[in-house]
């Protein structure tokens, strides 16, 4: 279990009625003690200004979600693609984030083989002015049932083979129990990730019964069947010690108080994760 | 491109308003040359009569759909599960279908690790009730999107590993590209899968985008993005010479005249398959 808050962060994605000030206002006041941004929270903002309320509210800016989407069936729609994770970087840098997360993309029309090639080569694209900006970059690994129009990585295995591929201190993974919680290859999979040093970050939630969308149903931790105490463990077997970040995608939790869903938050990690 | 139907199998679920007789009738009528029976369409009718029936129509009986649901949580429901699957076993006997397919069943309060040894135990104890009765079963590995609720063996290396682990020429796998068209190791696995005699059956459909429905969002052949004759090759080249069944779950085509749908199907089959 996990008794104290010391290691919770939660997405801005998580409470997503709230603007970037309300979230960092009530986490801090919650007891949070870090937080994960979403781009789409800086819209009309100043990423620097965002960045100080964060720091002066005492959170840690654990990483900026998200980029990644390189593939697509034009040239000219992937050097778009590398532009915005350009600029993602350059938000990173603003808002003090050590890390981007990457959702790499897929698209229907492109074939999974060659969704793969296109992911590595944006990465290996962006990578050096990551590096001039000090801004790490994760790939996530997303559940199989995304492989048609948000990722091709759909493993771990795939994210930490990508990872060798590349072959940099600054591209590691995130390992989301949500996308890959079922995969029977997993603990091996996370312990080859903790040893190779890529294990970047940890994001949890709840796989419910039944889940009705595919996109915003997922549940609080507790709520489904994701063994999340076992997988942390592995997790820390492997190395990690940093946060754990809450990423729910629920409208039925969006639908709520967000005061009280917070509560709920700190109840469920502290009971079920 | 499948350009002759002398292996064109459609299971009674894709063309769910019709009732067995009148899928026989419309299947044969359209020079569909096989059908895959599902157990709720023989309700209150006998198996033996339904056998003759398709095959005076000249229809192969391909299978029969489905067994499996072995996992649970108290050992009441494992034996009523185990006592189900022997019913199917008759049900295949009677209506003269050499295989079952099985869907192996999980359950949101059985761990995976052992939902899986439980699977293994279930198919262990009806395997020679199957042997006496002249039926072969086969393993369906189910999307990873199932492992909750519907199944535990969610890749086709799950799939031949437990066909391996159990080592008997009735027990075999079905290939359905939906559930497994995004894995990476999927060539490799339906390569490993015919070289050791165990690629019993194989189901196409596509996967649509977006996908609206868990369970009954499928698409018909060329509605979506899986690459289905490149799928269909490998499973050919892996030694493959039996039925390419439609197996479609879709409320928007169920909603549909299904003798329009049925045509739309044999189109799709010849232009996309």
Known sequence: MADDLSRLCVHTIT??????????????????KGITVWRQWLEGRDANEVGERIRSAGLTMVSLCRGGFFPASDLTARRAA??????????????GAPLI????????????????KQIQAG??????YAAANG????????????????????????????CMAIGSSLIGVTVDVYHLWWDPDLAFEIARCGA??????????????????????RGLMG???IPIPQIRGWVEDAGYSGFN???????????????????????????HS
């Open 82 to 95: 590398i532009d915005d994770n350009l600029r993602a970087i350059d938000e990173a840098a603003a808002i």
């Open 15 to 32: 409470t997503r009625p709230w603007s970037v000030e309300e979230a960092v206002d009530q986490y801090a006041a919650a007891g949070i």
């Open 223 to 225: 709520e489904g069947c």
């Open 135 to 162: 801004v790490k970059l994760a790939i996530e690994p997303l559940h199989p049932m995304y492989a048609d129009s948000r990722s091709a990585i759909n493993t771990l295995k795939q994210a930490n083979d990508m």
């Open 123 to 128: 990465i290996e694209a962006v990578l050096p």
């Open 245 to 271: 970040e809450v990423e729910i995608f629920s409208d039925r939790h969006w639908a709520r108080d967000q005061h009280e869903f917070i509560h709920d938050i700190i109840n469920a990690y502290q009971e």
């Open 196 to 217: 190779n040093g890529l294990l970047f970050s940890f994001h949890i939630c709840d796989w419910l019964t039944p889940t009705a969308d595919l996109l915003n149903g």
């Open 101 to 116: 997360v990457l959702v790499c993309g897929a698209s229907p029309d492109v074939p999974l083989s060659e969704a793969r």
